[in-house]
């Protein structure tokens, strides 16, 4: 058996947590990185979920994450291990990523679609922040998620304009959200 990369654009951009001899900045084409997947095991609870990324199929989009190196002989315990890690709502996907020297490879994602039962979907960046701002989970805060998030974008070069604009929302406060009518 070969070697296994594996694709973040999430919490495995900041924290991986597992064996790899690689890490490189890479993108995933035709897909866009959005906090519409609720979380109930590690950034909220059950009835109060918090929020983090999944992907959404977007023509003409880029992903910009993290390609990990998995060596062949660890891949079936670090494999199991993620889909434990990320059993939330996600399924592992079989994509093309690419690097910053015009090279590809074959990788494996973790996509939460729309049919998981904790997927939220779509809503006015002030709510998702807000949610964001407010959510608590076995893994910690959400905000915590969001923030590392954006870091660990930036150190990759990534621009990402939801990540971005969500993180400005939570730092300028709940003096940013709408007030409740
Ligand atoms: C990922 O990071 O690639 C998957 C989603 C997450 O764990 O945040």
């Not at 315990?77 to 399924?91: F, H, M, N």
């Not at 049919?115 to 910690?140: F, H, K, T, V």
């Amino acid at each position: 058996m070969s070697d296994t990369w594996v694709f973040g654009y999430g919490s495995l951009v900041w924290r991986p947590a597992f064996a790899h001899s690689t890490a490189r900045p890479a993108r995933l084409e035709g897909w866009g990185r959005r906090f519409w997947q609720g979380s109930t095991d590690h950034r909220g609870v059950p009835g109060d979920p918090g929020r983090v990324v999944t992907l959404v199929e977007e023509p003409g989009a880029s992903c910009r994450g993290t390609a990990y190196r998995v060596p062949a002989a660890q891949a079936a315990r670090i494999l199991s291990d993620l889909d434990r890690r990320e059993r939330g709502g996600y399924r592992r996907r079989r994509v093309e990523i690419g690097f910053d020297d015009g090279s590809s490879v074959g990788a494996l994602v973790y996509v939460a679609s729309p049919d998981n039962p904790n997927y939220l979907g779509p809503a006015p960046l002030e709510e998702i922040a807000s949610q964001i701002a407010r959510s608590r989970g076995p893994s910690g805060r959400n905000s915590e998620y969001l923030l590392e998030l954006a870091a660990g974008l930036r150190a990759i070069g990534a621009r990402d304009e939801h990540v971005f604009a969500l993180e400005t929302l939570l730092r300028a406060g709940p003096s940013a959200a709408p007030e409740p009518v």
